[in-house]
């Protein structure tokens, strides 16, 4: 058993640098340019049942977690994740390669391919060592359409299509651009990276873009980096991916497979394998959304994918409210939290039966709200194994309602939505 010493609470985990969690350890694995191949995508599942509690996590970040690897099986699952080209050359490269694509570019025939430079800049992150001081939580999104945010998420650098070239915004000041071209978009990204070394290194509480873009403003990290910024119309409305067929009048071009809040257990892993596999198809994108979406032209072919997932009880219809819900692992998988927030979240759902559909809710088993960064309609978090309810916001924000017993969220939750519909 060779994991490593720095398994501490709090450590943004990889495959290399796992982290203990109150299941065992978590074995994060990055896609590539933001897909597996359906052939990866099984041994991650074979993976999850040999050497984890056979439960995998897709992240926020589209990253796939096998949960509760045992210190005695974590060799054995690491040799079967580099056998099917899973694992980076190093921890260092592993750990700066923190890089979120649009699943639906390339696929959606209205969204450019940004695939092969968000490729090239996971290359440059690997290749330039000067960039493996960025700090764990740094990273870079690529989206195929207008809207930078991908899945709504911010990332420290982001990196939209536009014509023939790019837009590159920064986390912290969306309104603001700079424009590219498509062979000088590393380069930029590069150089945007350097000037946030260069300024965070003036204070080392400044881990993030939007902290840096506060302390300093957006313009003078675009001036360091040599980049000319113009303002952008931040009044732009992209769809994004959700789960079910996927398709632009009779032009089928995908089918998304969401995962109960965020998770999928080896057997179903497996068993959308062998769909997969049977429909021929070679690979599999990952969204932030906890959406796996599978490129698939044929309505034939689209439908039996859909119909493996739905037998196995995953998700396959854009309205299933569980699609707008951010739970974390709770009590089951963490020792900070003080309930079960994966069965009172299905509890939650069963209560209000429908009418939470359009309503963003994030569940939370402690304060640290691990689970969602931006706001929610419905907040709930855990304290000493009650809840305390924040509308419209994140935790730590204004509590409306302190102190509800875990079997009455439901009918609590209702009874907000109720008074804001009336
Ligand atoms: S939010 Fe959830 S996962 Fe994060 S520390 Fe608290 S209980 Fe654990």
């Known amino acids: 058993m060779t994991v490593p010493a720095h398994l501490i609470k709090g450590w943004c985990p990889g495959a290399l640098r796992p982290m203990r969690s109150g299941d065992g350890l978590i074995v994060r694995i990055k896609p590539r340019a933001g897909a597996f191949s359906i052939s990866a ?12 509690s056979g439960e ?16 005695d099986s974590y060799d054995d699952a690491i040799t079967a994740l580099r056998a099917a080209d899973l694992i980076d050359r190093s921890a260092a490269v592993e750990a700066v390669r923190n890089v979120v694509v649009d699943p639906l570019s390339g696929i959606d025939p209205e969204r450019p391919n940004v695939c092969d430079v968000a490729a090239r800049i996971e290359d440059a992150l690997a290749d330039d060592a000067r960039l493996w001081a960025l700090p764990g939580k740094f990273g870079f999104s690529f989206s195929g359409s207008s809207e930078p945010m991908v899945g709504g998420r911010a990332a420290d650098i982001m990196i939209a299509a536009a014509g023939d070239g790019f837009d590159i915004c920064l986390d912290g000041a969306t309104d603001l651009r700079c424009e590219v071209t498509a062979g000088d978009v590393i380069d ?24 840096v873009v506060a302390r300093f403003g957006a313009a003078r990290i675009f001036e360091l980096a040599g980049l000319q910024v113009t303002s952008r119309s931040v009044d732009v409305t992209v769809a994004s991916v959700s789960a079910g067929l996927l398709s632009r009048g009779d032009l089928v071009f995908g089918v998304g497979i969401g995962l109960p809040f965020g998770r999928i257990t080896a057997d179903q892993l497996g068993r959308l394998c062998q769909s997969a596999e049977a ?33 196995t009880g995953l998700i396959v219809v854009p309205e299933d409210a569980r699609l707008q819900m951010d739970v974390c692992p709770g009590s089951s998988g963490c020792r900070n939290a003080t309930t079960d927030t994966r069965a009172d979240a299905r509890h939650l759902v069963d209560v209000l039966n429908g009418s939470l559909s359009g309503y963003s809710v994030h569940v939370s088993g402690c304060e640290k709200g691990c689970a969602r960064q ?40 209702s009874r907000f939505i109720l008074d804001s519909a009336s």
């Open 56 to 71: 995998i996590d897709l992240t926020n970040r589209g990253n796939l977690q096998l949960r509760g690897v045992s210190d």
């Open 188 to 211: 930029s990204v590069r150089r945007l990276a350097m000037a946030f070394l260069d300024l965070a290194a003036k204070d080392h509480e400044l881990r993030r873009m939007k902290a």
């Open 374 to 413: 931006s706001a929610a309609d419905f907040t709930l978090i855990a304290r000493a194994g009650r809840y305390d309810l924040i509308r419209n916001g994140v935790a730590g924000d204004p509590i409306a309602l302190a102190n509800v017993d875990a079997d009455d969220i439901g009918n609590t939750v």
């Open 279 to 311: 429909a021929k198809l070679k690979d599999v994108f990952t969204s932030p959304q906890r959406i796996l979406v599978f490129p698939v032209a044929e309505r034939a072919k689209a439908e039996l994918v859909l119909q493996a997932a739905a037998s």
């Open 41 to 52: 995508l099984a041994a991650i599942a074979d993976a999850a049942a040999r050497f984890g």
